[in-house]
């Protein structure tokens, strides 16, 4: 069985929920984001994604047009057709202010909305969740999220195929 790692640290005093039940709660909301690391359609996203393997240099040039604001249809190209309308669909209804797919090096593949940074690949939700291959469940702590305008603790999956972790997804989950 994967290991689930947790990070759960709340500022004092902001929330009426005790730590133990967000604890609670999101350990549950990350057993239903497992099944989205599955998806049929999410895999095969991630896989044709990964068969380019555009190098590191390259991802990360393009994670600094993506911060600069200058990359306008990468940004559409990641956040419509087929991959993001599978994660609206898989998502709606839900309290995930964001959810987005990463691929073996944490490049996006795609995302329910514009992320604040392409190349996810240097941050905890994707080192831990992809664990070189091995994936794992990461819970990150609550806090305050730009790109979501909300307060969220970050759900991370591995996207899995054959046993081996071939990316992540990370979802945003609402906390109040």
């Known amino acids: 069985m994967k290991k689930f790692m947790f990070v759960l640290l709340l500022a004092a ?3 009426a929920q005790s730590a133990g039940d967000v604890q609670k709660m999101l350990v549950a909301e990350a057993a239903k984001v497992r ?4 998806d049929p359609e999410i895999v095969a996203a991630v896989k044709a994604q990964n ?8 991802i990360k040039k393009l994670d600094a047009q993506w911060t600069s604001g200058k990359a306008a249809a990468l940004v559409k190209q990641t956040t ?17 202010n964001e959810t987005f797919v990463m691929d073996d090096r ?13 190349w996810q690949g240097d941050e905890a ?18 806090k305050y999220d730009d790109s979501a305008s909300a307060s969220i603790a970050q759900i991370s ?10 990316g992540a997804i990370t979802v945003g989950l609402s906390i109040r």
Do not use: W
Not at 81 to 94: E, N, Q, S
Not at 106 to 118: I, N, P, Q, W
Not at 125 to 142: M, T
């Open 13 to 15: 005093g902001a929330h």
């Open 125 to 142: 939700k994707f080192e831990q969740a992809y664990s070189g291959g091995l994936g794992n469940v990461f819970i990150d702590r609550p």
């Open 51 to 58: 068969a380019k393997r555009v190098p590191l240099d390259t």
């Open 35 to 38: 099944a989205l690391g599955s």
């Open 157 to 166: 999956v591995p996207v899995m195929e054959n046993g081996k972790a071939i």
């Open 106 to 118: 944490g490049a996006l593949v795609c995302a329910t909305a514009r992320t604040s940074d392409y």
């Open 80 to 96: 419509t057709g087929a991959c993001a309308d599978r994660l609206r669909l898989l998502t709606a209804g839900g309290r995930y």
